[in-house]
Structure formats: C-alpha cells, structure tokens
C-alpha cells in the first residue's frame, strides 16, 4: 500500500461503518438489530458517566449491519448486546482521560473527516447522511464516533505511541532472527483470534476450558467470525478477530512457535499469554516475497507534507488560498513548515511535523511523487491535488541507496517491531483505562 494512502485514511471511521454503501440493508436486518427500546434508562455507570439504554441499542444496530455486511452471521443478540457495553464502558474511559488531559477535537476537522469517508465510499455528504438515516442510524450520533475516533487516536499517539521505545538490541535480534531465513521468501499467515483476557488468576484453569471449547466448535465447523464477535474481548471481535497476513517474525513468540510446530498449514490453535487465552485460527498462508531495491542504486527523498481536504466548510478555492498563504509565509521566513504542519495539516504525521521519513520511488502516489521529484532540497512546492485532497511538499534532503543496504534494513526491522509492540501496548493501555473506573453495570441482561 502506498505510504499517502495509509496515513491519510480515517481507518476506524471506514471500519466502524463499512467500506461501502452500495447495498441497502434488508428490513429483517434491522428488525434483528434493533428491539423495542426502554428511553434514558441507564444500563452502565462509568465513573462520573453514564451509558443509556438508546446509546446501547443505537451502537447494538450500527454494529449488527456492520456483522451482517461483513457476512458474519449475528451471535445472540444478548451476547452482542454485552459485547458492545463493555466497548462503550472502554470508550467511556478513554474519552474520560482525554477530557482529562485537554485534548478538543473541532467541528473543523470531524467535518474533514467526513468528508473522506464520504469520498471513500463514492458518497457525497448528503447522501452519505441519507444512506445512514435509512439504515436507522443517527447523523449526529455518527458524527459524535467520529469525533471520539479521532480523539481516541490523538490520545493514543500521546500515551501510547510516543512511549513504545525500540532498544538498538531488539532490532539486532530482530534483524539475526531474520537471517536465519534462506532467499528471499518468507511465509506469511492469514489469522484470527479470539482473546480471552485473565482478569483474575483465579479463573485461569476456566480460561483455559473455555478457550479449549471455542476451539472446539470452530474446529467442528462454527463459523470462528461468530464466535469471535461472541466471546472476544478485543476491538477487532466485532470485525471478525480478523488480524490479516502477518509474517511469522511480527507474532508473538507464543503464537510463532505453535505455528512453527505445525507448519505451514490451515488450523485451529490455543496459546496461553501471561494475561490472556487465545485461540488462533491459521485461514491460509502463503509465500512474501520481501521488496528488494533492483537495478542498482535508487535516489531516496526525505520529504514532510501539509495535506488538507476540500469539503463543505472549505471549498476547492479557499484551501489552495490558505496553501498559498502559508507557502508564502514560509518562503518569506515568517514561520517554519514544521509549525504549520502541525497547526494546520489534517493528516496524522502533522503531529511529526508532516514528516514522510525516507520515500524511494512507489511509495507515494504519482502525483506527489512527481512534484516531489521536481523539488530542490529545502524548496517548498505549489499547492498540489492528488486523490486524497491538496498538499505543499517540502523536500529536505536526497540520497543514493544501495540496494541491501543495513541502514535500511534497520528502519524496516525497526517499523516492524514498532507495529508489534503497538497493538499490545494499546490493549493494555485501554484495559489500565478500563481497570482504574469504577464502573455499575445495570443491563438486564447483566449476569
């Protein structure tokens, strides 16, 4: 995937609401999603906070479409009725701490937002707010996730993401565990999980006998998305515990050894963490043929972008007005790029000072790449549109890299090991959240 691609996607946004709007949902759909609902009852108390029946039963509705259009067939609806409170209880939390540390997220950038997705899945925002009222779901109350999900995600960046600390001695091992490869392929899983978290080490034996019996269906042929959404706690159940293609080298050790010991083959596995049951299905594998620079030495480019998107609240006209006036502002000394990245970019490196790190030919999409290439050093581009709005590029140096070389061997190990330790320090840090709150469940179906 194109670098510009990744970071300029709002993925939870497109995760929580489907890629698509082409189909609409079936009256049966939305007859199993949705139950007679008892208004402004209080079904949680988190902290200071409270979650609401109609909160419940909106997130319940939203979520059922999203299973049904992912062709995962509905767990009970009781069951997912308890799947998604304790997804609000974490939510909850974290947009408490958020609170907490000062992060406001404007009108502004929720409406960019927006706007992407819109863009993302062929919609204008009009019919992207017609497609939702249609599928029973609030305008409003899609605008709020959206606002949450990126909030979420700036907290995350501060608490999470710019403590994870990549020792030079991990990417050592890292790069000598990798040696131990023969050419140039290395095999690839395609996984999903289902995590059962030890809350307390009293119940580990009955983890384990529950995890054991997951397995146990699913190897009897139950649908594992089921009963992932069913009995996972962690985020991903929702969409299947799909972890997608993972090389064996970017797994936890538990889950790599047991897929060493089996080999390369379709399965159904049980691993034991220090917190947590797993059970690990192998879909399928297959051979990754890992990138290597050809055809000798290949000019990199060290670039940094401000990238905004036109929408309803700032047409075509008025954002290359305004990038205009900060490339002016820059050429003329006034203020630097990196300031007005952060202040200005709506993109997730603008936190980085819209940093691209080392790009070589490929990485961006041709547009960029092509007014990129254009630059000197230190120069500051035109306004340029791609597919994912309008950037000023600014290109900060160039070199000629020689294909294996170790420093670039050393950035990608240190990206994969980086990508590793995220999603569990992640976890961990939503469940340190969810662990400090007092939290009242009232749901009736509250065992």
Sequence with gaps: MNKLKTIAVLTMGVVAFGTTYAEPVSQDVQA??????????????????????????ERTHVVALNLRRQNIQLPAMDLLRAQVLERLISERTIMQRARETGIRIDDQMVNASIEQIARQNNLSVDQL?????????????????????????????????????????EVDAFLAEKAGFTGSDTTEYHLQHIVLPIDNPDNT???????????????????FATLAATFSRLPDALQGGDLGWRALQALPSVISNKLKEAGKKPGIYVVKHQTSWEVVRVVDTRDGVQHKLAGGPVEQ?????????????????????????????????????ATMARLHSVDNTATRGGDLGWLQPGDTVPDFEKAMNALKPGQVSEPIKSQFGYHLIQV?????????????????????????????????????????????IRDKGDS
């Design 32 to 57: 199993q999603a949705v139950q007679p609902m008892e208004l402004d009852r209080i079904v949680a108390v988190v902290n200071n906070d409270v979650i609401t029946e109609r909160e419940l039963q």
């Design 129 to 169: 707010r017609q497609r939702l009222i249609a599928d029973g779901v609030s305008f409003g109350a899609f605008r709020e996730e959206i606002r949450d999900e990126i909030t979420t995600q700036r907290l995350r960046e501060r608490e999470v993401d710019a403590k994870i600390v990549i020792p030079e001695s």
């Design 205 to 223: 034996e009955l983890l384990q006998k529950q995890a054991e019996e997951i397995a146990a269906r699913a190897r009897a042929g139950e649908d």
């Design 301 to 337: 480019t060290h670039a940094r972008h401000i990238l905004m998107w036109v929408s309803d609240l700032t047409p075509e006209g008025e954002v290359v007005h305004r990038l205009n006036d900060i490339k002016r502002r820059i050429d003329a000394g006034e203020t630097d790029f």
């Design 396 to 440: 900060l140096e160039r070199r000629l890299e020689k294909d294996g070389n170790p420093q670039r061997m050393r950035i990608q190990a240190r990206q994969q090991l980086r990508e590793k330790k995220l999603g569990e320090a992640t976890y961990n840090w939503q469940r340190e959240l969810r662990d400090r709150a007092y939290v009242e």
